[in-house]
Protein backbone atom coordinates (compact mmCIF):
# COMPACT_ATOMS: atom_id res chain seq x y z
CA UNK A 1 0.00 0.00 0.00
CA UNK A 2 1.29 3.61 -0.69
CA UNK A 3 0.74 5.80 1.97
CA UNK A 4 0.26 9.62 2.26
CA UNK A 5 0.15 11.47 5.77
CA UNK A 6 -1.37 14.69 7.16
CA UNK A 7 0.13 15.82 10.03
CA UNK A 8 3.31 15.35 10.85
CA UNK A 9 3.56 16.10 14.41
CA UNK A 10 3.76 13.96 17.11
CA UNK A 11 1.21 11.26 16.18
CA UNK A 12 2.05 11.52 12.57
CA UNK A 13 5.46 10.63 12.81
CA UNK A 14 4.68 7.93 15.70
CA UNK A 15 1.94 6.13 12.64
CA UNK A 16 5.02 6.70 9.94
CA UNK A 17 7.15 4.99 12.11
CA UNK A 18 5.05 2.47 12.93
CA UNK A 19 4.86 1.53 9.30
CA UNK A 20 8.36 2.14 8.43
CA UNK A 21 9.73 -0.69 11.14
CA UNK A 22 6.56 -3.06 10.97
CA UNK A 23 5.34 -3.11 6.95
CA UNK A 24 5.71 -3.58 3.56
CA UNK A 25 3.63 -0.13 2.86
CA UNK A 26 5.35 2.97 1.65
CA UNK A 27 5.16 6.01 2.52
CA UNK A 28 5.01 8.23 -0.56
CA UNK A 29 3.77 11.65 0.94
CA UNK A 30 3.43 13.84 3.50
CA UNK A 31 1.96 17.24 4.48
CA UNK A 32 1.80 19.23 7.67
CA UNK A 33 0.84 23.20 7.59
CA UNK A 34 4.02 23.92 9.48
CA UNK A 35 6.25 23.61 6.84
CA UNK A 36 9.58 22.75 8.93
CA UNK A 37 7.31 19.69 10.60
CA UNK A 38 6.39 18.60 6.66
CA UNK A 39 10.20 19.07 5.70
CA UNK A 40 11.69 16.89 8.91
CA UNK A 41 9.21 14.32 8.37
CA UNK A 42 9.71 13.77 4.75
CA UNK A 43 13.89 14.04 4.49
CA UNK A 44 13.59 11.58 7.05
CA UNK A 45 11.39 9.30 5.42
CA UNK A 46 12.84 9.85 1.92
CA UNK A 47 9.53 11.02 0.32
CA UNK A 48 7.60 13.66 -1.33
CA UNK A 49 6.34 16.82 0.91
CA UNK A 50 3.57 17.75 -0.89
CA UNK A 51 2.46 21.46 -1.04
CA UNK A 52 -0.86 21.38 0.52
CA UNK A 53 -3.61 18.62 2.00
CA UNK A 54 -5.39 18.63 -1.38
CA UNK A 55 -2.41 18.11 -3.55
CA UNK A 56 -1.88 14.72 -1.45
CA UNK A 57 -5.34 13.88 -1.53
CA UNK A 58 -5.55 14.33 -4.93
CA UNK A 59 -2.46 11.97 -5.50
CA UNK A 60 -3.38 9.02 -7.63
CA UNK A 61 -0.40 7.18 -6.62
CA UNK A 62 -1.84 7.10 -2.99
CA UNK A 63 -3.86 4.04 -1.81
CA UNK A 64 -3.98 5.31 2.24
CA UNK A 65 -4.69 8.41 4.04
CA UNK A 66 -3.41 8.99 7.39
CA UNK A 67 -4.94 12.31 8.55
CA UNK A 68 -3.57 13.70 11.96
CA UNK A 69 -4.18 16.89 12.53
CA UNK A 70 -5.85 19.35 15.20
CA UNK A 71 -9.53 18.18 15.48
CA UNK A 72 -10.71 21.21 14.34
CA UNK A 73 -9.72 20.69 10.65
CA UNK A 74 -10.62 17.03 10.64
CA UNK A 75 -13.79 17.32 9.47
CA UNK A 76 -13.12 19.02 6.27
CA UNK A 77 -9.93 17.03 5.16
CA UNK A 78 -11.63 13.94 5.79
CA UNK A 79 -14.81 14.46 3.65
CA UNK A 80 -12.04 15.17 1.13
CA UNK A 81 -10.49 12.15 1.58
CA UNK A 82 -13.47 10.00 1.52
CA UNK A 83 -14.60 11.46 -2.04
CA UNK A 84 -10.97 10.94 -3.47
CA UNK A 85 -12.09 7.29 -2.14
CA UNK A 86 -9.27 6.84 -0.67
CA UNK A 87 -9.32 4.50 2.81
CA UNK A 88 -8.41 6.46 5.78
CA UNK A 89 -6.94 6.16 9.22
CA UNK A 90 -8.07 9.50 11.11
CA UNK A 91 -6.63 9.64 14.52
CA UNK A 92 -9.28 10.27 16.85
CA UNK A 93 -11.64 11.71 17.44
CA UNK A 94 -13.63 11.24 14.64
CA UNK A 95 -14.62 14.98 14.17
CA UNK A 96 -15.44 17.80 17.26
CA UNK A 97 -19.20 16.05 17.72
CA UNK A 98 -21.53 13.35 16.91
CA UNK A 99 -22.80 15.41 13.92
CA UNK A 100 -19.74 15.33 12.33
CA UNK A 101 -18.88 11.75 12.82
CA UNK A 102 -21.91 10.96 11.57
CA UNK A 103 -21.81 12.69 8.35
CA UNK A 104 -18.47 11.29 8.16
CA UNK A 105 -19.28 7.85 8.77
CA UNK A 106 -22.43 7.94 6.30
CA UNK A 107 -20.06 9.58 3.53
CA UNK A 108 -17.51 6.53 3.89
CA UNK A 109 -20.50 4.53 3.43
CA UNK A 110 -21.67 5.93 0.45
CA UNK A 111 -18.27 6.18 -1.46
CA UNK A 112 -17.41 2.80 0.14
CA UNK A 113 -14.17 3.83 1.53
CA UNK A 114 -12.77 2.19 4.80
CA UNK A 115 -12.70 4.54 7.37
CA UNK A 116 -10.89 3.33 10.47
CA UNK A 117 -10.61 5.80 13.71
CA UNK A 118 -7.21 5.70 15.67
CA UNK A 119 -8.11 4.12 18.47
CA UNK A 120 -4.69 2.05 18.97
CA UNK A 121 -5.56 1.00 22.52
CA UNK A 122 -7.31 -1.94 21.43
CA UNK A 123 -3.97 -3.18 20.11
CA UNK A 124 -2.10 -2.32 23.53
CA UNK A 125 -0.69 -6.13 24.24
CA UNK A 126 -2.43 -6.50 27.86
CA UNK A 127 -5.93 -4.77 26.94
CA UNK A 128 -5.64 -7.44 23.83
CA UNK A 129 -4.99 -10.00 26.14
CA UNK A 130 -8.21 -8.83 28.33
CA UNK A 131 -10.31 -9.07 25.79
CA UNK A 132 -9.50 -12.38 24.62
CA UNK A 133 -9.78 -13.86 28.40
CA UNK A 134 -12.82 -12.04 28.52
CA UNK A 135 -14.63 -13.42 25.72
CA UNK A 136 -13.58 -17.24 26.68
CA UNK A 137 -15.27 -16.57 29.91
CA UNK A 138 -12.32 -16.70 32.18
CA UNK A 139 -13.83 -14.16 34.74
CA UNK A 140 -17.65 -14.87 34.07
CA UNK A 141 -20.53 -12.89 33.33
CA UNK A 142 -19.06 -9.24 33.67
CA UNK A 143 -20.73 -6.75 35.89
CA UNK A 144 -18.54 -3.26 35.18
CA UNK A 145 -15.35 -1.40 34.43
CA UNK A 146 -14.00 1.16 36.88
CA UNK A 147 -11.15 3.01 34.65
CA UNK A 148 -8.79 6.07 35.52
CA UNK A 149 -7.04 7.75 32.75
CA UNK A 150 -5.26 11.05 32.85
CA UNK A 151 -1.84 13.10 32.82
CA UNK A 152 0.12 15.48 34.47
CA UNK A 153 -0.07 18.46 32.26
CA UNK A 154 2.76 20.45 31.70
CA UNK A 155 3.45 24.31 31.67
CA UNK A 156 1.34 26.18 29.35
CA UNK A 157 -1.16 23.12 28.38
CA UNK A 158 -4.42 25.12 28.84
CA UNK A 159 -3.58 27.20 26.05
CA UNK A 160 -2.70 24.68 23.24
CA UNK A 161 -5.59 23.58 20.90
CA UNK A 162 -6.47 20.58 22.90
CA UNK A 163 -8.09 22.84 26.08
CA UNK A 164 -9.45 25.27 23.05
CA UNK A 165 -13.30 25.44 22.22
CA UNK A 166 -11.97 24.74 18.26
CA UNK A 167 -11.12 21.03 19.69
CA UNK A 168 -14.57 20.12 20.26
CA UNK A 169 -13.95 19.44 24.17
CA UNK A 170 -11.48 19.05 26.79
CA UNK A 171 -10.70 15.91 28.74
CA UNK A 172 -13.40 13.62 28.15
CA UNK A 173 -12.92 14.30 24.61
CA UNK A 174 -9.66 13.57 24.44
CA UNK A 175 -8.52 10.99 27.11
CA UNK A 176 -12.42 9.67 27.60
CA UNK A 177 -12.95 8.70 24.12
CA UNK A 178 -10.38 5.87 24.73
CA UNK A 179 -12.15 4.63 28.06
CA UNK A 180 -15.45 4.88 26.16
CA UNK A 181 -14.47 2.83 23.28
CA UNK A 182 -12.57 0.16 25.33
CA UNK A 183 -16.10 -0.29 27.48
CA UNK A 184 -18.29 -0.75 24.68
CA UNK A 185 -15.78 -3.17 23.09
CA UNK A 186 -15.93 -5.44 26.34
CA UNK A 187 -19.47 -4.56 27.41
CA UNK A 188 -21.79 -3.34 24.54
CA UNK A 189 -23.80 -0.11 23.84
CA UNK A 190 -24.98 1.52 27.00
CA UNK A 191 -28.24 2.87 27.44
CA UNK A 192 -27.92 5.49 29.66
CA UNK A 193 -25.06 7.94 31.33
CA UNK A 194 -24.38 10.98 34.07
CA UNK A 195 -21.07 13.18 34.33
CA UNK A 196 -20.29 15.63 36.17
CA UNK A 197 -17.10 17.73 34.21
CA UNK A 198 -15.11 20.48 35.73
CA UNK A 199 -12.74 23.10 35.34
CA UNK A 200 -10.69 22.91 38.86
CA UNK A 201 -7.24 23.99 37.93
CA UNK A 202 -6.82 24.73 34.19
CA UNK A 203 -8.39 28.71 34.89
CA UNK A 204 -7.39 29.64 31.70
CA UNK A 205 -9.36 27.40 29.92
CA UNK A 206 -13.15 27.10 29.21
CA UNK A 207 -13.35 23.45 28.62
CA UNK A 208 -13.09 20.36 30.99
CA UNK A 209 -10.04 19.66 32.61
CA UNK A 210 -11.46 16.81 35.06
CA UNK A 211 -14.44 14.63 33.73
CA UNK A 212 -16.53 12.27 36.30
CA UNK A 213 -18.72 9.54 34.51
CA UNK A 214 -21.12 6.32 34.77
CA UNK A 215 -22.69 4.72 31.80
CA UNK A 216 -25.11 1.86 31.66
CA UNK A 217 -26.21 -0.64 29.15
CA UNK A 218 -29.48 -2.59 28.59
CA UNK A 219 -28.49 -4.82 30.42
CA UNK A 220 -27.51 -2.98 33.62
CA UNK A 221 -23.14 -3.57 33.02
CA UNK A 222 -21.96 -0.31 34.02
CA UNK A 223 -18.91 2.00 33.39
CA UNK A 224 -17.08 4.56 36.09
CA UNK A 225 -14.39 6.19 34.97
CA UNK A 226 -12.36 9.22 35.58
CA UNK A 227 -10.21 11.37 33.30
CA UNK A 228 -7.89 14.09 34.76
CA UNK A 229 -5.11 16.62 33.01
CA UNK A 230 -4.48 16.86 37.13
CA UNK A 231 -2.83 13.84 37.42
CA UNK A 232 0.10 15.39 38.02
CA UNK A 233 1.60 11.64 37.28
CA UNK A 234 0.69 10.28 33.71
CA UNK A 235 -1.84 7.38 34.88
CA UNK A 236 -4.16 4.65 32.78
CA UNK A 237 -6.03 1.75 34.89
CA UNK A 238 -8.48 -0.46 33.33
CA UNK A 239 -10.45 -2.53 36.23
CA UNK A 240 -13.07 -5.63 34.41
CA UNK A 241 -14.61 -7.36 37.13
CA UNK A 242 -17.09 -9.96 37.03
CA UNK A 243 -18.96 -12.86 39.07
CA UNK A 244 -16.01 -15.52 38.95
CA UNK A 245 -12.98 -12.66 39.37
CA UNK A 246 -11.46 -9.63 37.69
CA UNK A 247 -8.89 -8.51 35.18
CA UNK A 248 -7.21 -5.64 35.35
CA UNK A 249 -4.71 -3.34 32.80
CA UNK A 250 -2.49 -1.11 34.74
CA UNK A 251 -0.17 1.11 32.69
CA UNK A 252 0.59 1.80 28.77
CA UNK A 253 4.63 1.51 29.20
CA UNK A 254 6.57 4.64 28.71
CA UNK A 255 5.61 7.63 31.14
CA UNK A 256 2.43 5.66 32.12
CA UNK A 257 4.49 2.69 33.42
CA UNK A 258 4.88 -1.06 32.45
CA UNK A 259 1.79 -2.71 31.16
CA UNK A 260 0.75 -5.04 33.11
CA UNK A 261 -2.28 -7.35 32.96
CA UNK A 262 -3.44 -8.79 36.57
CA UNK A 263 -5.58 -11.59 36.75
CA UNK A 264 -7.81 -12.60 39.85
CA UNK A 265 -10.00 -15.58 39.92
CA UNK A 266 -12.23 -15.61 43.02
CA UNK A 267 -12.11 -18.01 45.40
CA UNK A 268 -14.72 -18.57 48.47
CA UNK A 269 -16.39 -15.32 48.93
CA UNK A 270 -13.90 -13.53 51.92
CA UNK A 271 -11.20 -15.46 50.56
CA UNK A 272 -8.30 -13.57 48.77
CA UNK A 273 -8.15 -14.12 45.27
CA UNK A 274 -5.77 -15.72 43.32
CA UNK A 275 -3.62 -13.57 41.23
CA UNK A 276 -1.39 -13.85 37.91
CA UNK A 277 0.44 -11.10 36.72
CA UNK A 278 2.20 -10.46 33.73
CA UNK A 279 4.51 -7.63 32.32
CA UNK A 280 4.50 -6.44 29.06
CA UNK A 281 8.01 -4.62 27.60
CA UNK A 282 6.80 -2.61 24.43
CA UNK A 283 4.24 -0.89 23.01
CA UNK A 284 3.46 -2.46 19.93
CA UNK A 285 -0.55 -0.77 19.86
CA UNK A 286 0.45 1.25 16.08
CA UNK A 287 2.11 -1.60 14.73
CA UNK A 288 -1.05 -3.85 15.55
CA UNK A 289 -3.51 -1.70 14.55
CA UNK A 290 -1.86 -0.89 11.33
CA UNK A 291 -1.58 -4.64 10.72
CA UNK A 292 -5.36 -5.38 11.14
CA UNK A 293 -5.95 -1.45 9.53
CA UNK A 294 -4.86 -3.51 6.23
CA UNK A 295 -5.60 -6.76 6.69
CA UNK A 296 -9.30 -5.25 6.87
CA UNK A 297 -8.80 -3.27 3.51
CA UNK A 298 -7.38 -6.68 1.41
CA UNK A 299 -10.41 -8.60 3.07
CA UNK A 300 -12.67 -5.78 2.39
CA UNK A 301 -14.03 -5.90 5.84
CA UNK A 302 -14.54 -3.34 8.40
CA UNK A 303 -11.70 -2.99 10.97
CA UNK A 304 -11.72 -3.10 14.50
CA UNK A 305 -12.16 0.42 15.55
CA UNK A 306 -14.21 1.21 12.37
CA UNK A 307 -15.95 4.35 11.69
CA UNK A 308 -19.10 3.14 13.31
CA UNK A 309 -17.49 2.70 16.48
CA UNK A 310 -16.15 6.21 16.12
CA UNK A 311 -19.79 7.55 15.63
CA UNK A 312 -20.55 5.85 18.65
CA UNK A 313 -18.13 7.22 20.76
CA UNK A 314 -18.26 10.41 19.45
CA UNK A 315 -22.54 10.42 20.21
CA UNK A 316 -21.62 8.87 23.95
CA UNK A 317 -19.38 12.16 24.66
CA UNK A 318 -22.40 14.27 23.78
CA UNK A 319 -24.57 12.77 26.09
CA UNK A 320 -21.83 12.79 28.72
CA UNK A 321 -21.46 17.06 27.97
CA UNK A 322 -25.36 16.98 27.83
CA UNK A 323 -25.68 15.67 31.20
CA UNK A 324 -23.03 17.47 33.21
CA UNK A 325 -24.71 20.64 31.30
CA UNK A 326 -28.59 19.67 32.54
CA UNK A 327 -27.00 17.94 35.41
CA UNK A 328 -29.22 15.17 35.23
CA UNK A 329 -28.77 11.65 34.02
CA UNK A 330 -29.09 11.30 29.75
CA UNK A 331 -30.85 8.80 27.91
CA UNK A 332 -28.88 7.27 24.48
Known amino acids: MRVGIIGAGLIGNKRADA ?4 SKDKITAV ?19 AASYQELIDDRNIDITIIAVPTS ?38 E ?10 RFHPAIKKAHELVNKGIIGKLMYIRAVYGHGGRKGYD ?20 IIDLARWFLGEFKEGVAINEN ?42 GEKGYIIVDGLGGSYGKEMLIIGLRRKLGKRPDEKIFEFEKDTSLKEE ?16 NSYDGMMANKIIDVLYKSSKNKKIINL
Request: hydrophobic share 40%; glycine share 6%; proline share 1%.
Open 200 to 241: LFWRKSNLEDNSFCILRTNDRKLLYFQVSTTQWKNKFLFEIF
Open 19 to 22: ILKS
Open 112 to 121: KVILKVGFNH
Open 31 to 49: FDIDKKKSQRLGRRIGCKI
Open 290 to 305: WKEFISAIKEKREPSG
Open 159 to 178: TEWRMQKISGGGQLLDQGIH
Open 73 to 110: ALLKICKEAIRAKKNILCEKPLGRNYKEAELLFDLAKK
